[in-house]
């Protein structure tokens, strides 16, 4: 009988919490989306596609890392508010079907329309991070996705500050425990969401 590999057993559970840590920000984006406006966004994995081509195709470009970012998420706000104004706020007090296959087939036309824009061809970005692993008593762990993690680690604190701290934050999260008390206490709605929560 073989002997239980306690290294290799740590380093698959460091590697597996490594990467928890990342796609906790997608379960944390998928609730944002759906506490505050009640949608489930299945487009969320195609924007985040969208993002991506469009970074890594500017910095291709010779667009300066970090005016390509600033660019990328200028242009992310403005199709997230057109996705607002023209998918979603039509689809006000339609049924959840509705909203589900809005968002369904929306996530393709995003992903169409990221291919038709920057092309289908696979795109490589330099971080100047090496992809190596490097040796911790015996536990092999990944450079990049202890840096990816971090960064991850990072956004996730900064976002409970933010909802915890601030008077975006701590209105958002009025909105998302009881709908009427929050435009009870006089918080400035959008008159269309307002009429969301007072038919529901």
Same mark, same amino acid.
Request: net charge negative; glycine share 8%.
């Given at each position: 009988?073989?002997?239980?590999?306690?290294?290799?057993?740590?380093?698959?559970?460091?590697?597996?919490?490594?990467?928890?840590?990342?796609?906790?920000?997608?379960?944390?984006?998928?609730?944002?989306?759906?506490?505050?406006?009640?949608?489930?966004?299945?487009?969320?994995?195609?924007?985040? %596609? #969208?993002? +991506?081509?469009?970074?890594? *195709?500017? !910095?291709?470009? &010779?667009?300066?890392?970090? =005016?390509?970012?600033?660019?990328?998420?200028?242009?992310?706000?403005?199709?997230?508010?057109?996705?607002?104004?023209?998918?979603?706020?039509?689809?006000?007090?339609?049924?959840?079907?509705? %909203? #589900?296959? +809005?968002?369904?087939?929306? *996530?393709? !036309?995003?992903? &169409?329309?990221?291919?038709? =824009?920057?092309?289908?061809?696979?795109?490589?970005?330099?971080?100047?991070?090496?992809?190596?692993?490097?040796?911790?008593?015996?536990?092999?762990?990944?450079?990049?996705?202890?840096?990816?993690?971090?960064? +991850?680690?990072?956004?996730?604190?900064?976002?409970?500050?933010?909802?915890?701290?601030?008077?975006?934050?701590?209105?958002?999260?009025?909105?998302?425990?009881?709908?009427?008390?929050?435009?009870?206490?006089?918080?400035?709605?959008?008159?269309?969401?307002?009429?969301?929560?007072?038919?529901?």
């Amino acid at each position: 009988m073989e002997s239980f590999d306690y290294l290799f057993f740590v380093e698959v559970l460091t590697g597996g919490l490594l990467s928890g840590v990342m796609y906790s920000l997608v379960a944390i984006g998928f609730v944002l989306i759906y506490k505050t406006s009640g949608v489930l966004n299945f487009a969320q994995g195609a924007l985040l %596609l #969208f993002a +991506a081509l469009t970074f890594v *195709s500017l !910095v291709e470009r &010779g667009v300066p890392f970090y =005016l390509a970012l600033v660019l990328t998420f200028a242009i992310m706000v403005l199709l997230g508010i057109g996705i607002e104004r023209a998918v979603l706020r039509p689809l006000v007090n339609k049924p959840p079907i509705t %909203l #589900f296959m +809005a968002t369904l087939g929306l *996530s393709y !036309v995003i992903e &169409g329309a990221a291919q038709l =824009l920057w092309g289908t061809q696979v795109h490589a970005l330099e971080l100047g991070i090496e992809d190596v692993p490097f040796e911790f008593y015996g536990v092999f762990i990944s450079q990049f996705d202890l840096f990816a993690s971090a960064v +991850a680690a990072l956004m996730v604190i900064g976002l409970t500050l933010f909802f915890r701290y601030t008077r975006v934050g701590l209105t958002f999260r009025a909105v998302a425990d009881d709908q009427f008390a929050a435009l009870a206490v006089g918080l400035r709605l959008p008159r269309i969401w307002a009429t969301v929560w007072a038919t529901s």
